[in-house]
């Protein structure tokens, strides 16, 4: 019985001091993940048009649109959007000019299949919507585009989510106008 008991202190003491390095680790950490990610941002926000600067964030809460950033300049917004891919949320980030037509795009974070949904990652794949979404409209089935997505990407399902989330962003910029 006294064996048994030592052998719990031990494992208790090891979780413990476990835990505790863990914890000490993720205060070290956090703060420098997070300033990453900020700079991670500010980096694509840029990237993502071709004149003026993204203004403040304004939070949202309208389905998967999460926040919006209006184009100080030529006017537009950049919105920050979530879809549905295979392997979980897709966090995308689209410009559109105040008509809704889309500027570029980009797929912040996503657990897509390697090799398979992760081409999505790649600016190539997102050239397909570029120029679409004001009088054109966005591409949102194999049939609107030349190329079929699974020899793109191999990855119907993350097509669909990312065309239907920047579908999506597109007409509700339309809705916005010039404002």
């Known amino acids: 019985?006294?064996?048994?008991?030592?052998?719990?202190?031990k494992l208790a003491l090891i979780c413990a001091i476990s835990a505790l390095l863990l914890g000490i680790i993720n205060s070290?950490?956090?703060?420098?993940?997070?300033?990453?990610?900020?700079?991670e941002l500010q980096n694509a926000l840029i990237s993502l048009i071709e004149e003026g600067t993204?203004?403040?964030?304004?939070?949202?809460?309208e389905g998967i649109i999460t926040s919006r950033y209006p184009i100080e300049?030529?006017?537009?917004?950049i919105l920050d959007m979530t879809g549905k891919?295979?392997?979980?949320d897709l966090k995308i980030l689209a410009s559109y000019k105040p008509d809704?037509?889309?500027m570029d795009v980009v797929l912040m974070d996503n657990s897509e299949t390697p090799g398979l949904g992760k081409k999505a990652e790649k600016s190539s794949y997102m050239d397909k919507f570029r120029g679409k979404g004001g009088s054109e409209p966005v591409p949102v089935s194999k049939d609107m585009i030349q190329e079929s997505p699974d020899t793109i990407t191999g990855a119907t399902i993350t097509f669909s989510a990312v065309a239907n989330?920047?579908?999506?962003?597109?007409?509700?910029?339309?809705?916005?106008?010039?404002?």
């Open 1 to 9: 019985m006294t064996s048994t008991v030592k052998k719990a202190g």
């Open 28 to 39: 070290v950490t956090e703060p420098i993940i997070a300033e990453r990610k900020k700079i």
């Open 54 to 61: 993204p203004g403040a964030k304004e939070d949202l809460a």
């Open 73 to 77: 300049g030529p006017g537009g917004w």
């Open 85 to 88: 891919g295979y392997g979980g």
């Open 100 to 102: 809704g037509t889309v």
């Open 165 to 179: 989330t920047v579908k999506e962003g597109s007409d509700y910029v339309k809705t916005l106008g010039d404002k």
